[in-house]
């Protein structure tokens, strides 16, 4: 049901079959199987141990020497049964249902409204008319008072209208085409496309005794879309075609910040650190930002000092002067201060605006890799909540001894509600990067795992963990003590 209202104004007024709205509601209750089978465990289990308390049966079962944990392996083998049905149906059927959803949500998302002409109200949804009619009878066909619009209404132009009195709708069974058959009426046409337009304005006027106008209502259709356009999505991958995802991912993002490192490396290392350096683009820069050679300079304010056959260039601090070039030198007589300046911020802009690039790129790519491995370890910790629900319900139901749907579902719900909370917790947490993926999808079965054990140890035990009288008959003793 929340699927319909969620989705309502997409499967309304379209004219869709009963067919196609029920496969799509079909597809979308399988996508909520991870969320109601933890549930339907949890209540099954707290309901079937509860009743058996309730009505002493765990007590005649306990008296003839057998113990609640064995009087829980029949139960507990289905439900190990349903966790590995869980798993299938996580990495096999949810992704195929939601391939299929979320290709016909595309395609009914995409279709236009069916045809449904209202009185004196243009209808605009098939492109190149606008269509208005003063009456329709109730036959749906025997239309009156007709305007109709062609070709450039939506761009504001009345260059070509029919005008009818009265006339006759009709569909064909395919529902394809639309022939309306006017009669007395008027066509006015400008001639837009003629050359001398704009000095004669040329048009063309008919009046008509009968007129068909055949109209392609193709476009109106519904049509399937290649369900293979939507298989990249990380909701409609099994855990082969996510576990090869994140590893191309994993390899895109160490490529990225290697060129990154790659190209920064000639602006802050010496030749002699990036010799090993392949990439002739890499190479090339740096020859040219290193194409002196360097040598020490005595002075604590002197940076250091790049040289070569035919140049001699003190690089200095920007307090201090540059020490006059050499009469000899040809090169650095053409370099001014101002050169060396703009040449440092242009290096400076660059690496910056490459680090930045990178640095978005590699971010979109990892929160795009966290969903994938968010998917893929959802697909095991279906299967693990459905024994750990298990464990927590069969020894809770055993011990608050009440079946039914009362108690049992408040007490399910309320439990289910702080596992659901915990996931969606830890999945946002691995979503933002904060954590790593086995910290955060795992932490509601971390949680609730030494909850689990705490309950079957105190229902093995008989323990009145609920019950308020063995409450009230503790506190004398503490006082007393």
């Given at each position: 049901?929340?699927?319909?209202?969620?989705?309502?104004?997409?499967?309304?007024?379209?004219?869709?079959?009963?067919?196609?709205?029920?496969?799509?509601?079909?597809?979308?209750?399988?996508?909520?199987?991870?969320?109601?089978?933890?549930?339907?465990?949890?209540?099954s289990?707290i309901?079937?141990?509860?009743?058996?308390?309730?009505?002493?049966?765990?007590?005649?079962?306990?008296?003839?020497?057998?113990?609640?944990?064995?009087?829980?392996?029949?139960?507990?083998?289905?439900?190990?049964?349903?966790?590995?049905?869980?798993?299938?149906t996580?990495?096999?059927?949810?992704?195929?249902?939601?391939?299929?959803?979320?290709?016909?949500?595309?395609?009914?998302?995409?279709?236009?409204?069916?045809?449904?002409?209202?009185?004196?109200?243009?209808?605009?949804?098939?492109?190149?008319?606008?269509?208005?009619?003063?009456?329709?009878?109730?036959?749906?066909?025997?239309?009156?008072?007709?305007i109709?619009y062609?070709?450039?209404?939506?761009?504001?132009?009345?260059?070509?209208?029919?005008?009818a009195?009265?006339?006759?709708m009709?569909?064909?069974?395919?529902?394809?085409?639309?022939?309306?058959?006017?009669?007395?009426g008027?066509?006015?046409?400008?001639?837009?496309?003629?050359?001398?337009?704009?000095?004669?304005?040329?048009?063309?006027?008919?009046?008509?005794?009968?007129?068909?106008l055949?109209?392609?209502?193709?476009?109106?259709?519904?049509?399937?879309?290649?369900?293979e356009?939507?298989?990249?999505?990380h909701?409609?991958?099994?855990?082969?075609?996510?576990?090869?995802?994140?590893?191309?991912?994993?390899?895109?993002?160490?490529?990225?910040?290697?060129?990154?490192?790659?190209?920064?490396?000639?602006?802050?290392?010496?030749?002699?650190?990036?010799?090993?350096?392949?990439?002739?683009?890499?190479?090339?820069r740096?020859?040219?930002?290193?194409?002196?050679?360097?040598k020490?300079?005595?002075?604590?304010?002197?940076?250091?000092?790049?040289?070569?056959?035919?140049?001699?260039l003190?690089?200095?601090?920007?307090?201090?002067?540059?020490?006059?070039?050499?009469?000899?030198?040809?090169?650095?007589?053409?370099?001014?201060?101002?050169?060396?300046?703009?040449?440092?911020?242009?290096?400076?802009?660059?690496?910056?605006?490459?680090?930045?690039?990178?640095?978005?790129?590699?971010?979109?790519q990892?929160?795009?890799?966290?969903?994938?491995?968010?998917e893929?370890?959802?697909?095991f910790t279906?299967?693990?909540?459905?024994?750990?629900?298990?464990?927590?319900?069969?020894?809770?139901?055993?011990?608050?001894?009440?079946?039914?749907?009362?108690?049992?579902?408040v007490?399910?719900l309320l439990?289910?509600?702080?596992?659901?909370?915990?996931?969606?917790?830890?999945?946002?947490l691995?979503?933002?990067?904060?954590?790593?993926?086995?910290?955060?999808?795992?932490?509601?079965?971390?949680?609730?795992?030494?909850?689990?054990?705490?309950?079957?140890?105190?229902?093995?035990?008989?323990?009145?963990?609920?019950?308020?009288?063995?409450?009230?008959?503790?506190?004398?003793?503490?006082?007393?003590q």
């Amino acid at each position: 049901m929340q699927t319909v209202w969620k989705y309502l104004e997409d499967l309304v007024g379209k004219g869709l079959e009963l067919s196609v709205i029920f496969e799509f509601i079909f597809y979308f209750a399988i996508h909520l199987i991870p969320m109601a089978l933890p549930l339907a465990i949890l209540l099954s289990s707290i309901m079937v141990f509860g009743n058996l308390a309730e009505r002493y049966e765990l007590v005649a079962i306990k008296s003839a020497g057998v113990s609640l944990l064995r009087a829980m392996r029949p139960m507990f083998i289905i439900s190990l049964l349903l966790a590995i049905g869980a798993f299938y149906t996580a990495n096999n059927l949810i992704p195929k249902a939601n391939l299929s959803w979320g290709a016909l949500l595309y395609d009914v998302t995409q279709k236009k409204p069916a045809m449904n002409i209202i009185d004196n109200v243009f209808f605009k949804d098939i492109e190149g008319y606008a269509i208005r009619v003063g009456k329709k009878h109730e036959d749906n066909q025997t239309i009156e008072d007709v305007i109709i619009y062609v070709d450039d209404f939506r761009n504001g132009g009345n260059n070509n209208i029919l005008i009818a009195k009265r006339g006759k709708m009709t569909i064909s069974d395919d529902k394809q085409f639309m022939t309306l058959n006017l009669e007395d009426g008027k066509r006015y046409q400008e001639l837009v496309n003629d050359p001398s337009y704009r000095a004669r304005m040329p048009h063309n006027t008919m009046s008509f005794a009968s007129y068909n106008l055949t109209i392609d209502l193709s476009e109106l259709a519904f049509n399937r879309t290649d369900k293979e356009r939507f298989s990249e999505d990380h909701r409609m991958m099994n855990i082969t075609e996510l576990k090869k995802r994140i590893d191309s991912l994993d390899r895109y993002i160490v490529k990225k910040q290697d060129g990154l490192y790659r190209y920064l490396a000639p602006y802050f290392f010496q030749a002699s650190d990036t010799i090993a350096i392949k990439d002739t683009g890499v190479q090339k820069r740096l020859d040219y930002l290193l194409a002196y050679k360097k040598k020490e300079i005595e002075g604590p304010k002197r940076v250091n000092s790049i040289s070569d056959e035919t140049t001699n260039l003190d690089i200095i601090e920007p307090n201090l002067k540059l020490k006059p070039f050499k009469k000899n030198s040809t090169l650095v007589e053409t370099i001014k201060r101002e050169d060396i300046i703009d040449k440092a911020l242009q290096n400076v802009n660059n690496a910056k605006r490459i680090s930045l690039n990178n640095i978005d790129d590699t971010t979109i790519q990892r929160k795009l890799r966290a969903k994938y491995q968010v998917e893929w370890h959802r697909k095991f910790t279906l299967a693990l909540s459905c024994i750990l629900l298990f464990f927590i319900g069969a020894p809770l139901g055993a011990i608050i001894k009440k079946g039914g749907f009362g108690l049992p579902l408040v007490v399910s719900l309320l439990l289910f509600i702080l596992y659901y909370v915990i996931s969606i917790f830890g999945e946002k947490l691995v979503k933002q990067g904060a954590w790593e993926p086995l910290e955060g999808m795992w932490l509601s079965s971390f949680l609730l795992f030494p909850l689990a054990i705490f309950l079957t140890y105190k229902a093995s035990r008989d323990s009145q963990l609920f019950n308020p009288e063995s409450y009230k008959k503790l506190i004398p003793k503490l006082f007393r003590q």
